[in-house]
């Protein structure tokens, strides 16, 4: 009995202390949480972009993305040209009850039809409500946010660096060199 009264007390000064000090919750459905900048939600479609190049389908590790397409064939350019064929997207869905929201297909994609969007608030209350077509994945391409400036003080990328070299000169462009230039007697 001795043991139970201290235990009580200190207890309650606990409870007390915390009474007095101002609450974190968040009151979620009636305040909107301020997330950080760049938040993974859901991803969203630039269907303008997408070639159907099956590049993010085939390396989802959930395979939760559906892309059928047909070919399409384009007309000659200029006369006498050939005539090209090239992918038109028919569906594109994202199956959001398989997805793990690993970010795979954003970054492999290399047309940049995938992005994230800061959008989370996209339950369902039936399962197949969450297999997301076209339509839908490119209404959240508004709340994209924009990439972030690039730091002035950042290093050039070795990309940029190789692209702005001066084209190297062939063996037409080099002096003929003789076997006295390089010190050998003849």
Not at 181 to 184: R, S, T, Y
């Given at each position: 009995m001795n043991d139970f009264i201290p235990g009580l007390v200190k207890g309650m000064a606990t409870t007390a202390r915390q009474l007095t000090r101002p609450t974190h919750t968040a009151e979620y459905p009636d305040v909107a949480p301020e997330l950080p900048a760049r938040s993974r939600?859901?991803?969203a479609l630039v269907e303008s972009n997408c070639t159907s190049c099956m590049l993010c389908a085939r390396e989802c590790p959930d395979w939760c993305i559906h892309i059928d397409s047909h070919k399409e064939e384009v007309p000659p350019a200029s006369e006498g040209g050939r005539a090209r064929q090239r992918n038109v997207l028919d569906r594109f869905a994202i199956d959001y009850s398989l997805c793990m929201y690993c970010g795979i297909c954003v970054e492999v994609c290399p047309f940049d039809a995938l992005f994230w969007s800061p959008q989370f608030e996209y339950a369902?209350?039936?399962i197949r409500d969450l297999l997301h077509e076209k339509e839908r994945l490119g209404q959240w391409v508004a709340d994209v946010?924009?990439?972030p400036e690039l730091d002035?003080?950042?290093a050039e990328a070795p990309e940029?660096?190789?692209a702005n070299k001066p084209a190297r000169g062939?063996?037409?462009a080099r002096a003929p060199r003789s076997r006295r230039?390089?010190?050998?007697d003849a």
């Open positions: 939600g859901v991803i369902e209350t039936d946010p924009a990439p002035p003080s950042a940029v660096t190789a062939g063996r037409a230039d390089e010190g050998e």
